[in-house]
């Protein structure tokens, strides 16, 4: 089944995702180097943007208009100013439709104070995520710039019966060395997976 490029046909197909299906896991950043001074107290996710909003505010703001409001935020460098942040701003945003949690870095054996890349987040996460009993987990990062609905990309994996599915965008080769890189084949089925690649002439 394809998606028919018309305004109320994709309407009528958004409906068919159902929000208390999916549970939402924002990635809060680390220690943001490359932001400094501005994450020299904060998590990169909570560095201001546009006056009174937060850069985490974006990808907020794409779920709830997406009505995906069951979200779990993982925070762990410099989460106070954050956790003040989404207390003060959306206690009652979701509130009777859902929930907004954040979940700290818990100390693992010789690891520090601080998850030890996405995967422990997510694994430090997983008892929380498994008590809402979710058909789809959507993880997200918190502090990119972007306007998405993400029910379009959750009913493209319902349709075709994906696995994992992942959001991308094309890049210039410029950018190679900033981004993690996926290639796709004709089908759009990720075929290989490059970490920050130095050159572009290292993906041929």
């Known amino acids: 089944m394809e998606?028919?490029?018309?305004?109320n046909t994709q309407a009528r197909y958004l409906?068919?995702?159902?929000?208390?299906?999916?549970?939402?896991?924002?990635l809060g950043g680390g220690r943001g180097s490359r932001l400094h001074p501005l994450t020299v107290d904060r998590a990169k996710s909570a560095v201001s943007f546009g006056g009174k909003y937060r850069?985490?505010?974006?990808?907020?703001?794409?779920?709830?208009?997406?009505?995906?409001?069951?979200?779990?935020?993982l925070s762990q460098f410099g989460s106070m100013s954050l956790n003040r942040h989404i207390w003060q701003t959306y206690s009652s945003e979701v509130q009777g439709r859902g929930f907004i949690e954040t979940i700290t870095s818990?100390?693992?054996?010789g690891s520090g104070d601080e998850f030890q890349g996405t995967a422990e987040a997510l694994r430090q996460a997983y008892r929380y995520i498994i008590h809402h009993d979710p058909k789809y987990v959507l993880v997200l990062n918190g502090d990119?710039?972007?306007k998405m609905d993400y029910r379009k990309m959750i009913l493209w994996h319902q349709i075709h019966e994906a696995e994992v599915?992942?959001?991308?965008?094309?890049?210039?080769?410029d950018e190679v060395s900033e981004r993690t890189?996926?290639?796709?084949?004709?089908?759009l089925r990720?075929?290989?997976?490059?970490?920050?690649?130095?050159?572009?002439?290292k993906l041929e």
């Open 144 to 146: 990119q710039i972007y």
């Open 181 to 187: 890189l996926v290639r796709v084949d004709p089908d």
């Open 55 to 73: 850069l985490i505010d974006i990808c907020l703001s794409n779920c709830i208009h997406s009505n995906l409001t069951r979200i779990f935020i």
């Open 3 to 7: 998606i028919e490029n018309n305004e």
């Open 106 to 109: 818990e100390p693992s054996r």
């Open 190 to 201: 990720v075929a290989e997976f490059y970490e920050r690649p130095r050159r572009a002439d």
């Open 165 to 173: 599915t992942v959001a991308s965008q094309y890049i210039s080769e």
């Open 15 to 26: 409906e068919m995702v159902d929000p208390s299906d999916v549970v939402v896991v924002v």
